[in-house]
């Protein structure tokens, strides 16, 4: 890919020079009317209807071709070549290119060169001298006047990148043009053409952009540019992993809710067991009682009995019966 350079110079209003890699040239005029001569003589005139798209562009000169008569008494053709390398026999401030230079960065010696040594027409020399007069009277006589420039967009949205973001110039007055170079931004590209800029970025972020001419500063305005494919993708994820979860949160909880019922359960069956073995203790205790004896004698007791003051050793009936008859006292006859 081949590198392009091209700048413009406001010098005065409706006057504006041209660079680039090839050539240099001057315009005059502005929206809808501009009249534009370059370095290699070409001639371009431009009207048209802002805001509607249509326009007529006529252009002569800076393509022909001159012939050169050869000693033969043949013919030789050349290219017009304005800035000549060593071989020319012009000096450099005879080449039509350093001479359209001077015209633009130092008029008066410029225009001195233009009519000792370009082979121009005179009504050609003419023009472009008044041109140049009226140029520099008006500079002279009406400096530049822009007051304030002010620029608009909606700076509240959040921009996808890529993405192109109108700006809305405004200017005092009203008609004043402003350049590519009048536009500045903090990161990202701006894009300026018939007085339309638009900003765009490529990667995600919070950018600044504004105008500034000849100490003529606008407002700033802040754009929040995101890559909403990736906010997307991330809003995905984090509802996969929330649904993961969750659906992690309800296995846990129907486990818990089994181990508890489990519990519950297992309690019951022994809360059950254990009223289940006090009711045969109960009935062991109805069918086989605790009696008691003493170190001596014959007798079993049931507990309270006076006889037991001295010693009282605990037994079932069911181990003394046939050994110890029943106390008269605690066991009356029934």
Not at 59 to 69: R, Y
Request: aromatic residues 10%.
């Amino acid at each position: 890919m081949g590198l392009r350079f091209r700048k413009s110079i406001k010098i005065a209003p409706g006057v504006k020079i041209n660079f680039n890699k090839k050539s240099s040239s001057v315009t005059f005029g502005g929206k809808g009317v501009h009249y534009t001569m370059n370095s290699k003589g070409k001639k371009t005139a431009s009207v048209g209807i802002p805001g509607t798209g249509l326009s007529y562009t006529k252009s002569s000169g800076g393509g022909s071709k001159a012939k050169k008569h050869t000693s033969n008494g043949g013919t030789q053709s050349m290219s017009q070549n304005n800035f000549q390398g060593p071989g020319s026999d012009k000096k450099w401030y005879q080449k039509t290119g350093w001479i359209i230079a001077l015209l633009i960065f130092f008029f008066p010696v410029g225009l001195f060169l233009m009519w000792k040594y370009t082979d121009w027409k005179k009504p050609i020399k003419w023009i472009v001298t008044a041109l140049i007069l009226i140029c520099a009277f008006i500079g002279i006589a009406f400096p530049d006047n822009l007051e304030s420039i002010n620029l608009k967009a909606n700076s509240k949205e959040a921009y996808d990148i890529n993405q192109n973001v109108k700006i809305t110039i405004a200017t005092t007055p009203s008609d004043y043009e402003l350049s590519n170079d009048d536009f500045q931004c903090s990161s990202g590209k701006l894009s300026y053409s018939n007085g339309k800029l638009s900003f765009s970025a490529s990667k995600a972020g919070l950018y600044s952009v504004w105008a500034e001419h000849n100490g003529i500063k606008s407002n700033t305005l802040s754009f929040k540019i995101e890559d909403k494919a990736a906010i997307a993708k991330k809003e995905q994820e984090k509802k996969a992993e929330e649904e993961r979860i969750a659906t992690e949160k309800a296995k846990q909880e129907e486990q818990e809710r089994l181990a508890a019922e489990q519990a519950e359960a297992e309690a019951q069956a022994q809360a059950q067991a254990q009223a289940e073995a006090q009711t045969t203790s109960q009935a062991q205790e109805n069918n086989d009682p605790v009696v008691y004896i003493t170190q001596s004698g014959g007798k079993y007791h049931r507990s309270g009995c006076r006889y037991l003051k001295k010693s009282s050793i605990e037994k079932r009936l069911s181990e003394v019966k046939g050994s110890y008859s029943p106390c008269g006292v605690c066991n009356p006859p029934q």
